[in-house]
């Protein structure tokens, strides 16, 4: 065919401004085709999300306790596996889960310890039959036990017996996680400080706690009967 002196072959040929045009469909059609959760602006493939999520900054670990600032302590605990405790301190780390409590069982903080910070000493009494768990400031006076119980006998048990109704060892004895039900008294001169480390159930491990804390995981009684240092 002639057209204006030119020579044509009939058939169509395809604009290069329409070529642009529908290259340009094509790709707005490929990129609709990715779900709109996949998309990041400007990157039209879900592989650039991936990259984008991969190099994102991981989150903060969530070890802040006792309303205070992270504690180097608390990753370390978090860090043990279950099985790598000894067993009674896997019976306090359970009970401590489960009452919601803010510390869990990790080796003994170094000493000494800040100002606002002591451990509490730990020791089983019988009254009138009856298994007592004191948790104190230093040594604990069976008299102010007998008096705050009204009990006629108070007595120190033997290191066998402790452990017998404890299920744990008797110079790290906790207020939690026994093999038999054990009543608690907790000393009030514990509230001077700003977190108590108690002892975890077996020699080297300690768990952190507050006085408040303390008395609600045990449902102890609050007393004085303890000696401040």
């Not at 004191?134 to 036990?145: H, R, Y």
């Not at 077996?202 to 000696?227: D, M, Q």
Request: proline content about 12%.
């Amino acid at each position: 065919m002639f057209d204006n002196g030119h020579v044509t072959t009939g058939v169509r040929q395809p604009s290069t401004v329409g070529g642009h045009r529908r290259t340009h469909r094509a790709r707005h059609r490929t990129n609709r085709s990715i779900p709109p959760r996949l998309r990041v602006r400007g990157q039209g493939h879900p592989d650039h999300r991936a990259r984008h999520l991969r190099t994102s900054s991981p989150p903060t670990p969530a070890a802040e306790i006792l309303g205070g600032a992270v504690d180097n302590h608390y990753d370390a605990a978090m860090s043990l596996q279950p099985a790598a405790l000894p067993g009674p301190v896997q019976a306090v780390a359970a009970d401590l889960q489960g009452l919601g409590a803010s510390g869990r069982p990790q080796p003994d903080p170094a000493t000494p310890l800040p100002p606002d910070e002591i451990t509490a000493t730990t020791q089983v009494f019988e009254a009138d039959g009856r298994p007592i768990l004191v948790v104190c400031v230093g040594a604990p006076d069976p008299v102010d036990i007998a008096g705050v119980l009204g009990a006629m006998n108070v007595r120190a048990v033997p290191d066998p017996v402790a452990t017998l109704w404890t299920g744990q060892e008797p110079t790290a004895i906790a207020p939690i996680g026994h093999a038999e039900p054990v009543s608690i008294v907790i000393d009030i001169n514990l509230a001077r400080w700003r977190r108590i480390w108690v002892p975890a159930g077996v020699p080297g491990f300690s768990f952190p706690t507050t006085y408040s804390e303390l008395l609600r995981i045990t449902a102890g009684t609050a007393a004085e009967v303890g000696k401040l240092p």
